[in-house]
């Protein structure tokens, strides 16, 4: 077939379009999702990606104009989405290391907005070159298909429409099936598979550059095949699992003490099982004053958990508190498949996969509820707010307890500890913290009834006389001891106003400070493999 009769056919040229439009959306969210291990998936991260890409498809679309009237040479074209299909194939491979050079890098020149930078440099890096490519696709296309002033604007539109169906296309594939399914890495192939598959339908109907499209289908197979034997975190030695969800990147490595979940490649521990012990030294260990308080030491009661995660503090109140009826509510099906597999999760533990203010509205009256779902600088906002704190109140049976772990600790005035703390103030009248003994975490407890503190104390003691539980009675009246009650202030979160990841970057550039003063002294020595360890 010739050039000029491939160019006359417009379904060619309309399926270029269409699968084009599909790639640009696969690779956004991919890269959503390569980023999110690392630097969170909140709003902010989104924000750069969304932004950097947009300049990307900006930049393409000028420079593929340009070139379309300089050249109007389809092979030029086909050419670019080939070398952007070898690209999009070595993203998998190549892109955690460098997302890990780059978090380095940028810690070095700066800790202020952190998230910020290292997001968009890495965007800048990995994702802004082949989206460029295929920004060039759509003005390429309007002058290949428009060949007179009598049906120009209709080709456009249908050019157009195609291209938006397949980003929509785009927009549903990866996130429902092949990213759940076979995970970010795969689902990078499988569209750098179809940007070479169209440039190699064009070159072998041409007869042109037959071997570069075979050489670039070569790549992408060497990388299907290379990048099933890499993890995310190339570095751990004792992982067990690693998958992705809808949600979560999932993780769960073992060691000889404990099995641990992690939602985030760097840092972080979502849920743990210890093998010999059985309180964990984490603040799970803290929130087990709640049921203490609501007075499930001595009657049956119901605890609600609402970020279940794969069960920790649901098998302590198990063993514990073993009349105590326990619901955990988890979105993501996956952890909860987790939960049993690998956590031992009771089969007394009602789990509920859905959303956990969703689940809340038509949920019955509790005497504890747990709120664990704030991850890092990701914290949902509908779940931060006076809305959703109030109806958490509601659904708590006179004498209820609410415990929320409070993971970003920071002594800076207008913190996001301190904006939850106060928000919870302004619901319930009696709010005392405790700051969990290591990492980061605050152990937050509010309740209506006034005298709950001073049963606090006469009920531990009373179970330990029973059980004689001695670690368990020192870590109650180390939490006794260090309770600080919260007053009321200015700060507050509503459905309508919850700048969560603004407030939780200010804490994590905090964090990242100390940690990066760390390595710095380590740069000095010339232990390059600590660095790289310790990020």
């Known amino acids: 077939m010739s050039t000029n009769k491939l160019m006359q056919n417009k379904c060619f040229l309309y399926a270029t379009g269409f699968f084009s439009g599909m790639s640009v959306m696969a690779i956004e969210l991919g890269a959503s999702r390569m980023l999110a291990p690392y630097f969170s998936s909140s709003q902010i991260v989104w924000t750069v990606i969304i932004g950097a890409i947009m300049v990307a498809l900006a930049l393409g679309n000028v420079w593929g104009g340009k070139m379309a009237d300089k050249n109007p040479d389809p092979a030029k074209l086909y050419h670019r989405l080939l070398f952007a299909a070898i690209w999009v194939a070595l993203i998998p491979f190549l892109g955690k290391y460098i997302i890990k050079g780059i978090s380095l890098g940028v810690g070095m020149i700066t800790t202020k907005n952190f998230l910020v930078w290292a997001s968009l440099a890495t965007c800048l890096v990995i994702f802004v070159f082949p989206l460029m490519l295929l920004g060039t696709v759509t003005p390429c296309l309007v002058k290949y298909t428009t060949q007179d002033l009598e049906d120009n604007a209709s ?201 956990g203010r969703a689940y809340l509205q038509n949920a019955k009256k509790y005497d504890v509820i747990m709120i664990d779902a704030y991850q890092d600088i990701t914290i949902p906002f509908q779940m931060s707010t006076v809305e959703f704190f109030t109806q958490v109140k509601e659904h708590l049976n006179e004498d209820g307890v609410m415990v929320v772990n409070l993971n970003m600790t920071s002594a800076q005035d207008g913190s996001i500890n301190q904006y939850l703390c106060q928000t919870i103030a302004s619901v319930f009248p009696e709010v005392y913290t405790v700051n969990v003994g290591s990492g980061t975490n605050t152990e937050l407890f509010a309740f209506d009834n006034p005298e709950t503190l001073k049963r606090f104390e006469a009920a531990y003691l009373a179970y330990d006389e029973e059980h004689q539980v001695a670690e368990l009675t020192r870590m109650m009246t180390s939490i006794n001891e260090k309770m600080v009650k919260v007053e009321k202030g200015e700060h507050i979160l509503t459905d309508d106003k919850a700048p969560v990841e603004v407030l939780g970057m200010k804490v994590l550039d905090e964090m990242i400070q100390g940690e990066l003063d760390y390595l710095k002294e380590m740069l000095k020595t010339g232990n390059l493999m600590e660095i790289v360890n310790g990020i």
Request: proline fraction near 2%; charged fraction near 15%; hydrophobic fraction near 50%.
């Open 155 to 355: 080709v456009v539109g249908k050019l157009s429409a195609l291209n938006t169906i397949g980003c929509i296309i785009g927009t549903f594939l990866p996130t429902f099936v092949t990213i759940p399914a076979v995970g970010t890495a795969a689902t990078f192939l499988i569209f750098a598979g179809i940007l070479a598959g169209l440039s190699i339908v064009y070159f072998v109907a041409t007869k042109k550059l037959v071997v570069k499209g075979a050489l670039c289908v070569g790549i992408i197979i060497a990388m299907s095949i290379v990048t099933t034997e890499h993890s995310f975190a190339f570095w751990e030695s004792n992982i067990v699992y690693e998958d992705e969800s809808i949600y979560n990147y999932l993780q769960v490595k073992e060691d000889e003490h404990s099995i641990i979940l992690s939602t985030n490649v760097l840092a972080g521990v979502q849920s743990i099982k210890m093998k010999n012990e059985k309180l964990t030294g984490m603040y799970y260990d803290y929130a087990l004053a709640a049921p203490f308080m609501a007075g499930l030491h001595e009657k049956a009661g119901d605890v609600l958990i609402l970020g279940l995660g794969t069960g920790t503090f649901a098998t302590m109140c198990d063993e514990y508190f073993p009349n105590a009826r326990v619901e955990g509510v988890e979105i993501d099906q996956k952890i909860a498949d987790l939960a049993t597999e690998y956590f031992d999760l009771p089969d007394t533990v009602d789990v509920i996969v859905y959303d």
